[in-house]
């Protein structure tokens, strides 16, 4: 729900989502020992393309609660018709904002301890 008590459209969620995974994201790879700019954000780069983010989704999704879900499935049924990037097909572009959706989701109810535990699940290597 927003301030005005409606409710938060999809693509202002994934908008959020994309910002808040890409700062835990970019904080697991600082902690990691990482110091070069180029270095951090070529990692970055790596854990946040949609690729990533659709194979961080089947990794995810068993673990999700059935609202966790509901939410990933609002994100992923947004339409994308021109946006979608060269690097992924349409149906990884769906899957990466359906998870852009759920962490924005997550980032507004304060629950950043759920974004770390998805995380871990749908990046292993990035603890």
Request: hydrophobic share 35%; proline share 2%; with cysteine.
């Amino acid at each position: 729900m927003s301030e005005s008590g409606g409710v938060i459209a999809v693509e202002a969620l994934a908008y959020l989502g994309d910002a808040a995974m890409e700062v835990l994201i970019r904080e697991r790879l600082v902690r990691s020992g990482l110091c070069s700019s180029k270095r951090l954000n070529n990692a970055s780069l790596a854990y946040v393309k949609a690729t990533a983010q659709s194979e961080a989704l089947e990794r995810m999704l068993p673990h999700l609660t059935e609202a966790e879900e509901a939410t990933y499935k609002r994100g992923r049924n947004l339409g994308h018709g021109k946006n979608t990037p060269k690097s992924a097909s349409v149906s990884e572009y769906r899957r990466a904002t359906g998870v852009e959706t759920l962490f924005g989701q997550l980032y507004l109810d304060g629950d950043t301890q759920r974004m770390n535990e998805l995380l871990d699940i749908g990046y292993p290597d990035l603890r």
